[in-house]
Nanobody, 120 residues
């Protein structure tokens, strides 16, 4: 049973910083892709940043230069450092683990989400 537990959300003023953490209950393998998504009220969930075990990284255009994703495989943890936060970054942030299945294809696992609120 894969469980992802996020932490680090909260309320911050515009221009401030937060660091999100996501701890997995299982060992992260070399084929796992981990990422952060967010969902604002009335909007669809969107990818914020993703990282492979080889540290190939992609970011949403809206967060490039402000957010940094990293992973520590030894701790089974992925992080999202968020700097220069803007009110439009306000959303529930979800950790995602994308893993290959033995039967083929890939499966997605999600954390419970952590609220990030940026005040203007």
């Amino acid at each position: 049973q894969v469980q992802l537990v996020e932490s680090g959300g909260g309320l911050v003023q515009a221009g401030g910083s937060l660091r999100l953490s996501c701890a997995a209950s299982v060992s992260i393998s070399s084929t796992d892709v981990m990422g952060w998504y967010r969902q604002a009220p009335g909007k669809q969930r969107e990818l914020v940043a993703g990282i492979t075990s080889g540290n190939s990284i992609n970011y949403a255009n809206s967060v490039k230069g402000r957010f940094t994703i990293s992973r520590d495989n030894a701790k089974n943890t992925v992080y999202l450092q968020m700097n220069s936060l803007k009110p439009e970054d306000t959303a529930v942030y979800y950790c995602n683990l994308n893993r290959a299945r033995w039967s083929g294809g890939r499966a997605d696992y999600w954390g419970q989400g952590t609220q990030v609120t940026v005040s203007s």
